[in-house]
């Protein structure tokens, strides 16, 4: 069964909702990642988090939070979603960064309205 | 900073051909290690090669490709493409060590025709 789990694996949000994007693991994986992608763009880091209840920022973290309560679960929190956020959100985990392989989630497919 | 480039968006060959799908890169560490990842149509992106030494070629499921740290390139090939093939590919960096995060290429649509 999948490792990575997403939920919802879509949504349609209003502009200046808020929406919560979840993750859980069962790979017993110390790194988790949030990245978004668009086309033209590839996929871009923007949270990631080592250990639970820290998270660091990535390379695009405005606009987003990102809360780490225990090693399996990693949400990405949109306060106060805005068009320009509608994307494909993926979640990721590995074993450690750097040269380990990542393991994706299925995807979630946003999009503000 | 760690940068890729992928300067082909999108790619459409004819079944039989050999692929070439271009990556280049800029990193200022000397421990660089470039991958391949591949995303098929409503699955989720999976691992496909990891480079190894310098001038050393890697091989997975008919793949290839070889870090040229002299041009700092890490091109993804295959003698003959397949329908299956078609998906989406990404190059990606990172430095070889605990503190190194991925930075992917804008990734090159790859589509097979028969």
């Known amino acids: 069964e999948a490792a990575v789990t997403q939920s919802p694996r879509s949504k349609v949000a209003v502009t200046g909702g808020k929406v919560t994007l979840s993750c859980h693991q069962t790979?017993?994986?110390?790194?988790m990642y949030w990245y978004r992608q668009d086309t033209g763009h590839g996929l871009r880091l923007i949270h990631y988090s080592y250990v639970a209840d820290s998270t660091e920022k990535g390379d695009i973290p405005d606009g987003y939070k990102a809360s780490r309560p225990s090693q399996e679960n990693f949400s990405l929190i949109l306060e106060l979603a805005s068009l320009s956020q509608t994307a494909v959100y993926f979640c990721?985990?590995?074993?450690?960064?750097?040269?380990?392989?990542?393991?994706f989630g299925p995807g979630t497919r946003l999009t503000v309205l | 900073g760690d940068s890729v480039t992928q300067t082909e968006g999108l790619v459409t060959l004819t079944e039989g051909l050999p692929v070439m799908l271009n990556c280049t890169y800029q990193t200022i560490y000397s421990n660089a290690f470039l991958f391949w990842y591949v995303h098929y149509l409503n699955e989720s992106p999976w691992l496909l090669l990891r480079?190894?030494?310098?001038?050393k070629r890697t091989e997975h499921q008919g793949f290839h490709a070889t870090l040229h740290k002299s041009s700092s390139s890490f091109h993804l090939q295959k003698s003959s493409a397949q329908l299956s093939d078609s998906a989406l590919y990404y190059c990606?960096?990172?430095?070889?060590?605990?503190?190194?995060?991925?930075?992917f290429g804008a990734g090159t649509q790859l589509i097979v025709i028969p």
């Open positions: 990606a960096l990172t430095r070889g060590s605990a503190l190194g995060r991925l930075h």
């Open positions: 990721a985990s590995s074993e450690e960064t750097g040269v380990h392989e990542q393991y």
């Open positions: 790979n017993n994986h110390d790194y």
């Open positions: 480079s190894s030494t310098d001038n």
